[in-house]
Nanobody, 119 residues
């Protein structure tokens, strides 16, 4: 079992920045993919950023078109922590953000952290 603990959400003005953190613990032996999803009220959960592990070519990072150039996903392997740096936040970014880990067998989700960007 993998446990994901998120932090860093909050309320900011449009144009502001936040950095989300996701600390993973438990049986983190191998990770196929990890990243961030978000869900706004009345909408489906959507991909924000995803890191897919590679072998010879290294990791691959994908972003939703709506956040490209504004959000950056990164990880600290030593601390088993995933980050999402969010810059130039827009009201449309307002959602609950969820950390996600795929260990190749199961999907794991954080509890979610609220991000609100007000105009």
């Amino acid at each position: 079992q993998v446990q994901l603990v998120e932090s860093g959400g909050g309320l900011v003005q449009a144009g502001g920045s936040l950095r989300l953190s996701c600390a993973a613990s438990g049986s983190v032996l191998s990770i196929y993919a990890m990243g961030w999803y978000r869900q706004a009220p009345g909408k489906q959960r959507e991909l924000v950023a995803l890191i897919t592990t590679g072998d010879h070519t290294g990791d691959k990072t994908d972003y939703a078109d709506s956040v490209k150039g504004r959000f950056t996903v990164s990880k600290d392997n030593a601390e088993n922590t995933l980050y999402l740096q969010m810059d130039s936040l827009k009201p449309d970014d307002t959602a609950v953000y969820y950390c996600y880990v795929d260990d190749g067998t199961h999907d794991y989700w954080g509890q979610g952290t609220q991000v609100t960007a007000s105009s």
